[in-house]
Nanobody, 124 residues
Framework: QVQLVESGGGLVQAGGSLRLSCAAS????????MGWFRQAPGKEREFVAA????????YYSDSVKGRFTISRDNTKNTVYLQMNSLKPEDTAVYYC?????????????????WGQGTQVTVSS
């Protein structure tokens, strides 16, 4: 089973960009479906983006489609979330998640392994 460590969060002004990284331990990273989720204070954890093990298919929530891009580098055991045109409503703790699976997973309950999260704050 992989372990996940997110990085790249921070404070940015509205309209700015950030790139989150999620580094995975273990030799079987390429077999894992990966996802990004976020949780704002007082709200449930929500789906942001997901990518298949091969990287060939991606899926986004409507709230980030066209602004965020998920990608992965299986040679570096890392998945990324490029976030552009950030809005104050994107402020949240962002988590990456993994499950050994061939498809795309959208629900938090589908994932078996989670990182510790990284804070993203977008000021207006």
């Amino acid at each position: 089973q992989v372990q996940l460590v997110e990085s790249g969060g921070g404070l940015v002004q509205a309209g700015g960009s950030l790139r989150l990284s999620c580094a995975a331990s273990g030799r079987t990273f390429s077999g894992y479906a990966m996802g990004w989720f976020r949780q704002a204070p007082g709200k449930e954890r929500e789906f942001v983006a997901a990518i298949k093990r091969s990287g060939g298919n991606t899926y986004y929530s409507d709230s980030v489609k066209g602004r965020f891009t998920i990608s992965r580098d299986n040679t570096k055991n890392t998945v990324y979330l490029q976030m552009n045109s950030l809005k104050p409503e994107d402020t949240a703790v962002y988590y990456c998640a993994a499950r050994y699976y061939s498809g795309i997973l959208y629900s938090p309950s589908d994932y078996s392994t989670w990182g510790q999260g990284t804070q993203v704050t977008v000021s207006s």
